[in-house]
């Protein structure tokens, strides 16, 4: 058995040193390079400054230089600025509860100083000269006058120099400049109206003028591009306000890495905010992909407490449910407006809806089976959600205020004959269709649309349980492994609910007579083997879940369906087209290919086609 | 080489050939004709290796020879010259070609690299009038299979048997077969799977009047399709076609006719086809299904989806029991579309047995039916 300190006496209890006790703080606020310029640039953004520049040199750790043009400092309030718990944001306790500047603790700035060279110069309003302070590991080296813009202008060098351990437990310089390079845009966003500098070793990574909008930030300072099919939103209630930047419903993004909070101007993560978007994102975007933007909230600062983590990441809600209902609630909202915008686009051109049929009498009118999806599985306070609280296809629901909407994609008939009033430009390899409309070009996937359209008949048949069966002239005869073959029986029921007839045909086959009359027949083989595979790993076991069972199911289905060439002429690829159109989400399949996207006639004329051909 | 040739006879033959080209980047050759000048003919030939054919046009040949140019851009400029003649000269991989006040020169590629058409001992072989074969074809060709994965069904089976050709295609979920009297020999029977792409050209090239005799084995088959006597072609001798057959074998349609059907209805063609397509109407991807419901003397047609309902009825001479089935209205106007008798037989039994369509010349088209649970 190990022991440890067996050979050392007890020791007596004694208080730290200052230095040693204030290096021990440091390590807590200045985790890592990003921290300083984190707290440096807060420090800027609080003291006013409408510009504010940031330069580092080998990840930070040999060099990061922070200069604004906010108010600055006298040669008193610099030296004391230096020290722990020094602060001019807050007056007393009391004031903790109500935090509306970044920093409140005075501890950045002395621990900062602790563990680094540390160089300030800064002058105020009110001072004819400038004051230069040169710090060392906590110690006041020099102080003295020098000539310096108003503002304050921080360098700290050779960070951790002094504490070997923690300069080990730093990653490579490429990971800490990454770090301080998001940093730094994250706060750029979060301030439009300041304009932002971030350079190193000679090189400019972004410069980013004083901005109007958050879309053309994030464009400056994300690449260009960040900010196309994000749209700008805005939403109050009940003492929060949000608003930012967000991405249409679509294929969405791979992962939630392009999902950004912040909780009044500070980026923060927040799993309560992240599961509330992905809620309201999720009848939106296809299984596995995701939203992506930047989301401000903005609260009572007495309702939030930052004070939780000591690099501020952290946040705790003091009214948890509530913001997460309102966030849940204003998000599906956006979703659903843009959701409708963006078919809307695509269907622009159409011709209006037919009028309905007039029926001979006596026959029994069948009303359209109305697209409504499965209610949201939270339940939501009736008070914050107004009207909302559905998802997003009945637009009335979501207009119960305003004029009803023109009808749109989604309130027309499922089935329309009626073809887009496209122009056909052709077919490009990997089955891809292009149309013009007066939007711009459209292009069209063509397995991706046939697995959406096969997917949602699949599902409805699932749902409403009587689907219709094509019988098969030669019966397939299906043979599997023994374990497949024995996973497979269980899924019988589901696969007949489904309109396959298909019936065991002794030692592991199965004999398939019909397939439901969507179903290309080709597929049928390929399907029951990928079935029985699903079955057997559980993920079709309908009796745990059903509804997980038959979106699987579909899902496996439609994807078999969507195989196969592009539409040959035109007269198939409008067909296709319309079919789409009338699917509840026409956008995407249901593994998130992309099955029809609009590039509007802006896009197309703008700068990398103008540069080609203008 | 060098000849001179109407141009309406060169552009004739440059459009027999134009459809069989190959489109692989990898060889530009397949996009070019072979044409071959020597003894008064200038002939024309076009692969795409799956398919090959040629055909002959009448020439004045100056000086024998052969050349391959691009066949399309070709056919673009032939049929668009000034003036009635036509004179080509070629070198190796250039070609002259002038007419009128016009003149092209046209860059080609070596005649040895063209690929050599199959030759092949025909094992078997039979004559039939063009206009019966094109007609079977016709009759049968809509069902093939599209699917590539199923390529036994992506064509049409000719069996050549008990003194009768019987044409067979089916995607599985309904079959069309059309047999016709023949005298087939002994040792000549057998039977073959030819391509769809093939079968398509041969419906094109099939005129009216003349004579086509098959030829096949168990890896090609040929059409030797002599040309029509109507109206000056410039071709002389047979178009030739050469294909690949589909090798496998094909599925035991003869099991999936229904031995017996308990009823049939005697109906006007095309009445039947108008009754069904306006009943169709209202079908929607959704619900691509039509109901056939007979009762005594009448035989109505109904569609419903989420646009409507639909319903069309047709008196008919019937006396037996309601029965109703639905099916796939497209595999019920197929092969009233493409036959043309005036009056067809419709048999049925169930709702769960196959519909078919009959005529009394050795037609059927055997249709399974949509089961709604």
């Known amino acids: 058995m190990p022991s440890y300190g067996n050979n050392s006496t007890p020791r007596p209890i004694h208080i730290l040193p200052d230095a040693v006790a204030s290096r021990i703080a440091a390590g807590e606020v200045v985790e890592r390079p990003v921290a300083v310029v984190k707290e440096l640039v807060e420090n800027s953004l609080d003291a006013g400054a409408a510009r504010i520049s940031v330069d580092f040199a080998e990840g930070g750790v040999r060099r990061i230089v922070v200069e604004d043009d906010g108010t600055g400092m006298n040669r008193d309030n610099a030296l004391l600025s230096l020290e722990r718990h020094a602060t001019s944001k807050l007056e007393d306790a009391g004031d903790l509860d109500h935090i509306a500047s970044f920093g409140f603790r005075g501890e950045a700035l002395p621990s900062i100083a602790s563990v680094a060279h540390l160089t300030m110069k800064t002058r105020d309003a009110a001072s004819e000269t400038g004051t230069l302070v040169e710090v060392a590991g906590g110690l006041v080296k020099d102080v003295r006058e020098t000539g310096a813009p108003r503002g304050t202008r921080i360098e700290v060098a050779d960070l951790f120099y002094n504490v070997p351990a923690r300069l080990k437990f730093l990653k490579s310089e490429k990971t800490e400049a990454a770090h301080i390079v998001l940093a730094t ?430 | 080489m060098k000849f001179t040739i109407n141009r309406d006879h060169f552009s004739n033959g440059l459009s027999q050939v134009l459809n069989v080209v190959g489109t692989r980047a990898t060889m530009p050759i397949l996009g070019n004709t072979l044409i071959e000048a020597a003894d008064g003919v200038v002939s024309l030939t076009t692969t795409n290796l799956d398919m090959s054919i040629r055909c002959r046009i009448k020439a004045e040949v100056a000086e024998g020879g052969s050349i391959t140019l691009p066949v399309r851009k070709l056919a673009a400029i032939v049929s668009d010259l000034p003036s009635l003649e036509v004179i080509v000269e070629c070198t190796a991989q250039q070609a002259r070609i002038t007419s009128g006040t016009a003149s092209f020169r046209i860059m080609g590629i070596a005649s040895d690299e063209f690929p050599p058409l199959p030759t092949f001992a025909d094992k078997r072989s039979f004559v039939l009038k063009q206009e019966d074969l094109s007609g079977m074809l016709r009759s049968v060709s809509y069902a093939e299979s599209t699917d590539e994965a199923r390529y036994i069904m992506n064509g049409v089976f000719f069996s050549f048997a008990e003194n009768k050709l019987t044409l067979a295609a089916t995607d599985g979920r309904r079959l069309a077969v059309i047999s016709r009297e023949m005298t087939v020999g002994e040792d000549n029977a057998g039977s073959l799977i030819l391509p769809a792409r093939t079968v398509a050209e041969v419906m094109r090239l099939c005129g009216t009047s003349d004579n086509v005799r098959i030829a096949f084995n168990d890896r090609q088959a040929a059409f030797e399709i002599a040309n029509g006597a109507s109206g000056d072609t410039g071709l002389t001798d047979s178009i030739y076609l050469v294909s690949k057959v589909v090798e496998g074998n094909y599925p035991n349609y003869k099991q999936v006719i229904p031995k017996e059907t308990d009823q049939h209805i005697r109906l006007s063609r095309e009445t039947f086809l108008n009754t069904v397509r306006r009943a169709s109407r209202v079908t929607s991807d959704k619900n691509n299904s039509i109901k056939v419901s007979v009762k005594s003397g009448v035989i109505d047609i109904s569609g419903s989806s989420d646009i409507g309902e639909s319903k069309v009825s047709l008196n008919v001479d019937y006396t037996g029991p309601e029965i109703a089935v639905a099916f796939n209205p497209q595999y019920l106007m197929d092969p009233l579309k493409a036959l043309s008798r005036d009056e067809v037989i419709f048999e049925f039994k169930d709702e769960l047995s196959p519909g078919v369509i009959r005529t009394p010349d050795g037609f059927m088209c055997v249709i399974m039916p949509l089961r709604i649970s």
């Open chain 1, 185 to 614: 845009r994250l706060l750029a966003l979060a301030n439009p109206s300041v304009a932002f500098t971030l350079s190193s070793e000679g090189r400019t990574l972004f410069s980013s003028p004083a901005c109007e909008s958050l879309a053309r930030r994030a464009d400056e300072v994300f690449g260009r591009g960040t900010a196309s099919g994000m749209a700008e939103i805005s939403a109050e209630g009940d003492g929060i306000t949000l608003s930012g930047l967000l991405l249409s419903p679509g294929t969405g993004r791979p992962s939630r890495a392009d999902l950004y909070f912040f909780a009044n101007r500070r980026s923060v993560e927040n799993r309560l905010l992240l599961s509330a978007t992905l809620e309201a994102a999720e009848s939106f975007f296809p299984r596995d992909r995701f939203p992506a933007g930047f989301l401000f909230i903005t609260i009572d600062p007495a309702a939030i407490d930052v004070n939780v983590h000591p690099a501020k990441r952290e946040i705790r809600l003091r009214d948890e449910a509530k913001v997460r209902d309102f966030v849940l609630a204003a998000l599906r909202e956006k979703f659903g407006e843009l959701s409708r915008g963006k078919s809307a686009q695509i269907a622009a051109p159409r011709p209006a809806a037919v009028p309905a049929p007039t029926l001979a009498p006596g026959t029994t009118p069948r009303i359209p089976a109305a697209s409504i999806p499965t209610p949201p599985a939270t339940p939501v306070k009736a008070g914050i959600l107004r009207e909302v609280a559905e998802p997003p296809a009945p637009p009335s629901n979501l207009h119960a205020n305003a004029p009803h909407p023109a009808p749109t994609l989604h309130t027309l008939p499922e089935s329309l004959p009626q073809l887009p009033s496209w122009r056909f430009v052709g077919t490009l390899s990997g089955g891809l269709v292009l149309f013009e409309t007066t939007e711009g070009l459209l292009v069209l996937g063509a397995s991706a649309a046939r697995a959406r359209i096969a997917y949602e008949h699949c599902l409805a048949d699932l749902e409403k349980g009587e689907p219709v069966t094509q019988g098969l002239l030669f019966p397939l005869v299906v043979e599997l492994s023994p374990a497949a073959a024995g996973a497979l029986e269980g899924g019988l029921a589901l696969l007949r609910r489904g309109g396959f007839e298909i019936e065991p045909f002794g030692r592991g086959s199965f004999r398939l007579s019909g397939v439901p009359a969507w179903f290309p027949v080709e597929a049928a083989d390929e399907f029951i083997k990928n079935a029985a595979d699903s079955f057997a790993e559980g993920g079709l076991r309908s009796a745990r879940d059903p509804l997980q069972a038959r979106d699987t199911f579909a899902r496996i289905a439609a994807t078999h369906a969507g195989r196969g060439p592009a539409p040959a002429d035109e007269a198939q690829a409008l067909d296709l087209a319309s079919r789409l159109l009338a699917c509840k989400n026409p956008l995407a399949d249901a593994r998130g290919r992309a099955a029809i996207t609009l590039f509007t006639r802006r896009e197309l004329t703008g700068q990398a086609v103008q540069r080609a051909f203008l």
